[in-house]
């Protein structure tokens, strides 16, 4: 939901990066017997928070989460196998087998299309401790039977093809080469291959070139025969379904499978204590500097994981971190943390700074290593620690929210035992500040550390990490989260939304439009929207993007930590952003605290400090920003077609639609002050012109509350709102080559502007065609000629931009390749759109394109946040849900004609301005 405080393990997670994992595996275990089908029910092991554990007679775990209040079922399974048990050869082998179980089983030969004719969202992922595979889809007896008779069927009978690895192995190539454009992830995958000698952990899950190049069909085969087993997974449901049913049908499916008759082979290479510093240096074109210092640190199941990630957080949290405080705000470093937790194995606790390019190195290095290894650091506080302690618990009720984010959790956790999750959410609120100071002192240590610099060391000092104990004496006493209120079961069809949804004129002038039902936990999403003034006018003055984000820096009667405690003792998290015309609040509440939100809002809105320190924060990190993305392929992509933009729209400096090169946007961010933005705030924001929607479980008195917080908040001087109604310039088509100097990955775009607005009979038409041509994801033309057939890139596809107001409209196509591939990459993509003017479509693409639009639209107003926003378009376009369910008809009605017609109308293959961008030597 937008915006949304994320809970301490994910944030744990993104601050850890990557890839933790074995480098080699025991030597085969003895053969033990396959097990036979059964028709043993599923045995009940264990429920907590909700999530039910069952275990079928062959080993397979089963997790079912169900929720009624959900109009969308998730289905994961989760393989206990990933980059830890390859061996030299072998490296980026699990993530090339995920790529492969999308290649198809005989039964089922084109798995992408067939998630796309249910209107499914997919994916797979891969790291070093599992592999899981998952769909989401509204809720459907017949489309959860579908997933779960997938997933029985390719755990066994994939092809795993040599003619499909040879495809998809340039696709694995092209993604990897993506991640050699990124000088952090370069970085950090060094500094983790530093900080191991042994252990897999040390390797990048990716892979390196040669590996995803060379590796024989004949490994993957046998990995996957090895490894994808019922006794080696985990499934799990989340959602809305019928439980009896979906137990019994996961018997039936998944009941008769037996395993092979090796036992999972367990690795058991032990990385020894590391014994001094240890350095790696990167020199890469782009970027900005930055610092990654790497630490050991236990297990997850280790009972130090609470008070490391204490500890993280406690450096790391904005505004009160000593990182943040000691490092951004004096703007020493852009961006600093610290955090991770450890995997099946011992892991690493990583920080990283990123610096300005103007920064004495040297100096915020030794500063940086100070703050994390305790030498140059304040005591903590047991304000600060409580401050944690209520984000853990909160943490708690944000989990158990939202059944289908937390199954995904739970499987990206990787680390052996489900329960891990709860028992490290009891461990958080128990942690004394002496129990973060022991871990510090035990952990961060120079001798511990990996950096990049070397430097001897007088004398051997070793840090040993403590074993975990046994899982089941470790999670003895876990009694489990509290549970949250249950939301009701709500169907999102547009005539269940209009029934629901009431629109309000208030005394002053507010549009208040609501949708009232009850969610889990209580929540709602609240938006504002403000709007003002002229296009050509307000673009005119400074900084007005600065506005909305120093609102969050403080206001009246609360500065920044202040605001960031009161939102959390309140359960809540709330966001703005501001642009020329217009100011966007968005709010996270729950109903027995949403009121007092709004009084914050009100505060923040209507008494902003604005402060200088904060300004000149923001100014330094933007302009760091723009120094740093001087080298980027899309930069520099920008920059060779932005003249000729420019020159054919015959737009200057002094219009809004003049695209400035990155020296231009480095002067007007050096020219803007603080004094704009306070002007510009003074001149504009009020609710002279006021949206708000509401979604959830509405506490009464809500329009009196918004009423008394802003209906006397005008400014009767400021410019009235006139919307912008762009019009479409013919650009001629031309071609541009961009150079980049040490870029394994290029990138290419084609861009056709031409007149539609969504009022146009055109549209819905070119809408479905484009569907079919590059924007409906993996089964689309573009992705199945460019990526599944020819292997020629990662990411390929087209997006249509079309606007409601005005009469401009644009297709793009996009996508990357590597360097030595643009002329073919072309090629096909041209070849493509001939087929589109020549051939069009045919019913069975046009059908399929339907029914996933249908079900995309379900899914997004299954979303409170989706909902909260879609009042507001409504809103704005002075329309109902009526409106809406008639153009869902009317989608529904476009003939295969129709969209034939439209695309020969608007799409001339010989049209689209055509830029590319790569080390093309």
Do not use: C
């Not at 994808?228 to 137990?247: C, H």
């Not at 210092?293 to 949290?317: C, F, K, N, R, W």
């Not at 505060?603 to 120094?627: C, I, M, N, T, Y």
């Amino acid at each position: 939901m937008s915006p949304h405080r994320p809970t301490l393990i994910a944030l744990a997670l993104a601050l850890a990066f990557s890839g933790n994992g074995f480098a080699k595996e025991a030597p085969a275990a003895p053969l033990k017997q396959a097990v036979s089908a059964t028709a043993a029910a599923p045995t009940f092991v264990r429920e907590l928070g909700g999530i039910e554990e069952y275990r079928l007679a062959n080993g397979l775990q089963l997790l079912l989460f169900p929720d009624e209040a959900q109009s969308t079922t998730t289905v994961n399974i989760t393989y206990r196998v990933g980059s830890r048990q390859e061996a030299q050869g072998e490296y980026g082998m699990a993530h090339l087998l995920e790529h492969l179980l999308f290649k198809g089983t005989p039964r089922h030969k084109d798995v992408a299309t067939e998630f796309a004719e249910r209107g499914m969202r997919f994916n797979g992922s891969t790291t070093s401790d599992r592999t899981n595979y998952f769909a989401s889809f509204n809720a459907d007896a017949k489309t959860l039977d579908f997933a779960l008779e997938l997933e029985a069927d390719r755990m066994l009978n994939s092809f795993i093809a040599k003619s499909d690895l040879d495809k998809e192995m340039t696709v694995v190539r092209n993604e990897f080469e993506r991640g050699e454009n990124e000088p952090f992830q370069v970085l950090s995958k060094r500094v983790q291959a530093v900080a191991f000698d042994w252990n897999a952990y040390g390797h990048a899950t990716i892979g390196p070139k040669s590996d995803i190049e060379n590796v024989p069909i004949e490994k993957l085969q046998a990995f996957y025969h090895l490894y994808y087993r019922p006794d080696n997974a985990t499934l799990m449901v989340a959602g809305r379904f019928d439980k009896a049913a979906t137990l019994k049908r996961i018997q039936a499916l998944f009941g008769p499978l037996k395993n092979p008759m090796q036992a999972v082979p367990q690795p058991y290479t032990v990385e020894p204590a590391q014994d001094g510093e240890r350095t790696v240096t990167v020199r890469r074109v782009g970027g900005q500097p930055a610092l990654l210092a790497a630490y050991h640190i236990p297990a997850m199941a280790q009972q130090d994981t609470a008070p490391l990630l204490v500890l993280g957080l406690l450096l790391s949290l904005e505004p009160s971190g000593q990182l943040y405080k000691e490092l951004v705000e004096p703007k020493l470093a852009i961006r600093a943390s610290l955090g991770g937790l450890g995997g099946i194995e011992p892991g690493l606790l990583r920080a990283f700074a990123i610096l300005p390019p103007d920064a004495d190195q040297p100096a915020v290095e030794k500063k940086f290593l100070d703050l994390i290894e305790g030498r140059d650091s304040k005591p903590f506080t047991e304000a600060e620690l409580a401050r944690v302690r209520e984000l853990a618990l909160l943490s708690y009720r944000d989990q158990m929210k939202n059944p289908q984010a937390l199954i995904q959790q739970i499987s990206s956790l990787g680390a052996g035992d489900w329960r891990l999750l709860f028992q490290l959410m009891e461990d958080l609120p128990k942690v004394t500040l002496a129990d973060v100071d022991r871990v510090r002192a035990a952990y961060l240590r120079p001798a511990n550390r990996t950096l990049g610099r070397y430097l001897p060391a007088a004398s051997v000092e070793r840090v040993e990490i403590p074993a975990a104990l046994p899982l089941e004496q470790r999670l003895a006493g876990l009694k489990g989260p509290p549970k949250v209120e249950e939301g009701e079961r709500f169907d999102p069809t547009p005539e269940h939304l209009a029934e629901r949804t009431q629109v309000q004129k208030l005394a002053s002038g507010i549009e208040l439009s609501t949708l009232k039902k009850q969610t889990r936990g209580n929540t709602v999403q609240l938006d504002i929207a403000l709007r003002w003034g002229e296009r050509d006018e307000t673009f005119k003055r400074r900084g007005t993007n600065f506005v909305g984000d120093l609102m969050m820096e403080g206001s009246a009667h609360y500065d920044k930590q202040q605001l960031a405690d009161a939102l959390q003792k309140l359960k809540a998290s709330m966001s703005v952003s501001s642009a020329d015309q217009g100011l966007t609040v968005n709010i996270d509440a729950e109903k027995d605290t949403l009121l007092d939100v709004l009084k914050i809002a009100a505060d923040v809105l209507r008494q902003p400090l604005l402060p200088a320190d904060a300004f000149a924060r923001q100014q330094k990190s933007g302009l760091a920003g723009l120094e740093g993305s001087r080298q980027e392929l899309e930069t520099l992509r920008r920059e060779a077609v932005r003249g000729y933009y420019n020159t054919t729209r015959g737009v200057g400096r002094d219009s809004p639609d003049y695209i400035r090169s990155v020296d231009e946007q480095v002067a007007d961010l050096k020219a803007t002050t603080l004094d704009d933005v306070k002007r510009f705030y003074a001149d504009y924001v009020s609710f002279n012109d006021a949206r708000v929607s509401a979604v959830g479980a509405l506490p009464d008195g809500l329009a009196g509350a918004i009423e008394q917080a802003f209906g006397d908040w005008k400014k009767p001087a400021a410019a009235r709102f006139v919307r912008y109604e762009p019009q479409a310039v013919t650009i001629p088509a031309r071609r541009f080559d961009a150079i980049a100097r040490d870029k394994a990955n290029a990138q290419l775009r084609l861009q056709l502007e031409f007149p539609l607005n969504e009022l146009d009979p055109d549209y819905q038409p070119l809408l479905l065609a484009n569907h079919v041509f590059g924007g409906g994801g993996m089964e689309s033309r573009l992705s199945t000629r460019v990526r599944r057939e020819e292997g020629l890139s990662y990411g390929v596809g087209s997006s249509l931009s079309v606007r409601r107001f005005g009469n401009q409209a644009l297709l793009v196509i996009g996508g990357s390749f590597a360097p030595a591939n643009r002329d073919k990459i072309i090629a096909v993509i041209q070849e493509q759109l001939q087929r589109m003017a020549t051939q069009g479509i045919t019913a069975e693409e046009l059908a399929r394109a339907k029914h996933d639009i249908a079900e995309g639209s379900r899914q997004r107003r299954a979303r409170d946040d989706a909902l909260a926003n879609a009042l507001l378009t409504l809103s704005d376009q002075k329309e109902s849900w009526a409106d809406v369910a008639r153009r869902d008809a009317a989608l529904q009605a476009v003939t295969l004609e129709q969209v034939n017609a439209a695309w020969k109308r608007h799409i001339k293959a010989d049209g689209f301005v055509l830029s590319t961008v790569g080390d093309f030597r």
